[in-house]
């Protein structure tokens, strides 16, 4: 599992926003607890957003327990040893993509969410975005946690987004094409 000073030091390599200064206040408030989601309601998530930037295209899954479509992300495990491992272990479960040939060294984004009823006794995901470079003509597979997994220009995005999803993605793309194609 994922020990709290790598967790710190991939934060602080992230982007530094208006989450950020909450991320450390969850670290020092809940130490180790804050890397499992048996830690308490509020947790770190590591997600990924999956782009083709040749097609100028996002790869979403639309979630089951959310019912929106979003990018690739969940709970760490016991066999991540990073926050980026998590983020690509997701998404390539959630994608059936495997292996994703790149995935940013650093986070494009943190961001903190509350969660719907539907998630149980979880109420607030910190959340540490990558991103992956994959191929619009790679053939995604559902998993167990999605309805559905589809590519989406960025200009024809699905109605049912993430709440803040729609004012995210513009940036988050941007910060993963520049992060992708720096070598990141």
């Known amino acids: ?11 602080e390599r ?7 200064p909450a991320f450390a206040e969850l670290f020092d408030r809940q130490g180790a607890d804050s ?25 979403l899954n639309h979630h089951r327990k959310a019912r929106l479509w979003g990018q690739f992300g969940g709970h760490l495990e016991t066999v991540d040893l990073s926050l980026r491992g998590a983020a690509r272990r997701e998404a390539e479960e959630e994608s ?5 040939p790149r995935v940013t060294a650093a986070p494009i984004d943190l961001h903190v969410h509350d969660l719907s009823v539907a998630f149980g006794t979880c109420t607030r995901h910190f959340d540490v975005v990558f991103a992956a470079l994959a191929s619009t003509d790679d053939s995604p597979r559902v998993s167990d946690e999605s ?4 590519w989406f220009p960025l ?7 993430m709440p803040d999803l729609p004012n995210r993605l513009p940036n988050l ?3 993963a094409v520049a992060a992708l194609s720096s070598g990141d």
């Open 155 to 161: 200009n024809q995005l699905p109605d049912e987004l």
């Open 147 to 150: 309805f559905d997994v589809a």
């Open 96 to 100: 059936g993509l495997r292996p994703l």
């Open 35 to 59: 890397l499992r989601r048996s830690g308490g309601e509020q947790h770190v998530t590591a997600s990924c957003l999956v782009i083709d930037p040749s097609a100028e295209a996002v790869l």
């Open 1 to 11: 599992m994922i020990d709290l000073d790598t967790a710190r030091q991939e934060v």
């Open 173 to 175: 793309y941007r910060s």
């Open 14 to 20: 992230g982007p530094q926003n208006p989450f950020s």
